[in-house]
């Protein structure tokens, strides 16, 4: 699966901006797919997970209640809703297409990966 993220930027704290992640691929429609971020510094890090399906999601606590991951599989496309945005949610965003049917946090289930996308928040 080939994928490419798009609508990063600058925002202030308090502001919202939606992440896409655009794929490829005839497998797109069987794979849970995930959201990943890492900062300056920073191993990278889960931000939220759909399932194949999109019944089921999972959440960092860091973004629980602010980030909303949804899923178009006519488009082949999986969105990242962020609002609320704080300073330290200043990263690069990638997202990722698992190996798996479910929705899941372990990053080595995942198997193929976007360039990613730079979300910069200022105070």
């Known amino acids: 699966v080939q994928l490419v993220e798009s609508g990063g930027g600058l925002v202030q704290a308090g502001g919202s901006l939606r992440l896409s992640c655009a794929a490829s691929?005839?497998?797109?429609?069987?794979?849970?797919m995930g959201w990943f971020r890492q900062a300056p510094g920073k191993e990278r890090e889960f931000v939220a997970a759909?399932?194949?399906?999109?019944?089921?999601?999972l959440y960092a606590d860091s973004v629980k209640g602010r980030f909303t991951i949804s899923k178009d599989s006519v488009k082949n496309t999986v969105y990242l809703q962020m609002n609320s945005l704080k300073p330290e949610d200043t990263a690069v965003y990638s997202c990722?297409?698992?190996?798996?049917?479910?929705?899941?946090?372990?990053?080595?289930?995942?198997?193929?990966w976007g360039q990613g996308t730079q979300v910069t928040v200022s105070s």
């Open positions: 990722a297409a698992s190996t798996r049917s479910y929705a899941t946090t372990l990053r080595n289930l995942y198997r193929d």
């Open positions: 691929g005839r497998t797109f429609s069987t794979l849970a």
């Open positions: 759909i399932s194949r399906s999109g019944g089921g999601t």
